[in-house]
């Protein structure tokens, strides 16, 4: 229970890491004018401020970790590509629509691998780490492509249909979604955790 406990908090340490980019990011849109920037141009203020923001964030992750995660990779490379594009072509739809990109590219490739080429991409890439039965990983799998369909959608809807203000207070208040589905996640795979593998923590979304 005490090494369980550890990696929770190890876990939620993670979670709250990944939580300051966005943090920092509604900070600076909705505090643009303290800067003397107008409405119009808080989101290009902003855009910067999530891009610096998550490269202290891997480079923070890292010196705990002392690795980089497949997922962290692929995060940091979207925020820096589409934010540099938003920033060059002045075009906000590219850093609004890169989360619908990348969890839309995340759920097609675990539903493709696990349906179509009948492999879980999830126990390839933690298997080492987690002792699961085949069964739970399968169900992990499942409910990581209807958590990232879900996200995609909900960011492409929002960003389709609601004003640039209200997509940035999802941005903030949509946080909610991942904190859900890591506790879900955490408690359905505890009972699985067996003396060294509960020193590990579970997939962080």
Do not use: C
């Not at 993670?14 to 966005?22: A, M, Q, R, S």
């Not at 590219?94 to 999830?122: D, Q, R, S």
């Amino acid at each position: 229970m005490h090494e369980l406990g550890l990696a929770t908090l190890h876990a939620r340490m993670k979670t709250l890491l990944d939580f300051i980019p966005i943090l920092l990011f509604f900070a600076a849109y909705k505090l643009h004018d303290w800067f003397g920037i107008s409405k119009d141009e808080a989101i290009y203020f902003a855009t910067p401020v999530l891009m610096a923001a998550t490269v202290a964030q891997m480079a923070i992750i890292y010196w705990i970790d002392k690795k980089l995660t497949t997922m962290h990779k692929i995060t940091l490379g979207m925020i820096l590509v589409f934010g540099t594009i938003t920033l060059v072509l002045h075009d906000k739809r590219f850093i609004m629509w890169k989360p619908t990109v990348l969890y839309a590219g995340m759920a097609i490739a675990l539903a493709v691998a696990v349906w179509g080429m009948k492999h879980n991409f999830l126990k390839s890439m933690l298997g080492s780490q987690l002792e699961l039965p085949d069964a739970v990983w399968h169900k992990l799998n499942i409910a990581w492509i209807a958590y990232t369909a879900f996200m995609a959608i909900s960011n492409g809807y929002v960003a389709a249909y609601f004003s640039e203000d209200a997509w940035a207070n999802f941005k903030l208040w949509g946080y909610v979604f991942p904190l859900a589905f890591l506790i879900g996640q955490g408690l359905y795979i505890s009972p699985y955790l067996k003396g060294d593998d509960s020193k590990q923590d579970p997939p962080t979304p």
